[in-house]
T-cell receptor, first 115, second 114 residues
Framework: AQKVTQAQTEISVVEKEDVTLDCVYE???????LFWYKQPPSGELVFLIR??????QNEISGRYSWNFQKSTSSFNFTITASQVVDSAVYFC????????????FGKGTRLHILP | DVKVTQSSRYLVKRTGEKVFLECVQD?????MFWYRQDPGLGLRLIYF???????EKGDIPEGYSVSREKKERFSLILESASTNQTSMYLC?????????????FGPGTRLTVT
């Protein structure tokens, strides 16, 4: 069975601090896809990144970076120099390689950036 | 840009009413999904559709039905609303044909059943 665990339910940091959101996944598939979504207070989930299981390169996009490690089944997300606008709920998700596979979401981490 | 719209942001209905939640996407996506989101439970899949006229049960289909008569529109129906269906409902769409494609979400409908 596939599973996504986001152990941090809620995190608070002061603006300009770096913060890492953890994501650990379980799957028996050799081909799979990992995603991160952001849900700001407005409610709409916004897609941030997709990573496939064959690509372990870390990704950086501005202040955001993602560390994918198959050895530890983790796909962690770091925000550098956090800003108040980063306050949101962040979801990690997993989908198997079959086109009919459903996406499995973690329960989310609520991030508070304090001014 | 992909756009997924939902008919209402907020909705208040009475117990026993029939409720329709509408979702429309404008990117010609084959796949569409309905989720509910509750505190502490994350997102749970109610129903999904791979294409027009097709529907599949998700993890929590009880008390819900769906309709997909046109490719761009996916409706969620609460046949007889109950208070335990008070929740945030999120619609999503995705390009078909591959597992790698990401889902795009609508803004959500916060439904209160009294």
């Amino acid at each position: 069975a596939q599973k996504v665990t986001q152990a941090q339910t809620e995190i608070s940091v002061v603006e300009k601090e770096d913060v890492t959101l953890d994501c650990v996944y379980e799957t028996r598939d050799t081909t799979y896809y990992l995603f991160w979504y952001k849900q700001p207070p407005s409610g709409e989930l916004v897609f941030l990144i997709r990573r496939n299981s064959f690509d372990e390169q870390n990704e950086i996009s501005g202040r955001y970076s993602w560390n994918f490690q198959k050895s530890t089944s983790s796909f962690n997300f770091t925000i550098t120099a956090s800003q108040v606008v980063d306050s949101a709920v962040y979801f990690c998700a997993l989908r198997g390689g079959n086109r009919d596979d459903k996406i499995i979401f973690g329960k989310g981490t609520r991030l508070h950036i304090l001014p | 840009d992909v756009k997924v719209t939902q008919s209402s942001r907020y909705l208040v209905k009475r117990t026993g009413e029939k409720v329709f939640l509408e979702c429309v996407q404008d990117m010609d996506h084959e796949n569409m999904f309905w989720y509910r989101q509750d505190p502490g439970l994350g997102l749970r899949l109610i129903y999904f559709s791979y294409d027009v006229k097709m529907k599949e049960k998700g993890d929590i289909p009880e008390g819900y039905s769906v309709s997909r008569e046109k490719k761009e529109r996916f409706s969620l129906i609460l046949e007889s609303a109950s208070t335990n269906q008070t929740s945030m409902y999120l619609c999503a769409s995705k390009k078909g044909g591959g597992a790698s494609y990401e889902q795009y979400f609508g803004p959500g409908t916060r439904l209160t059943v009294t």
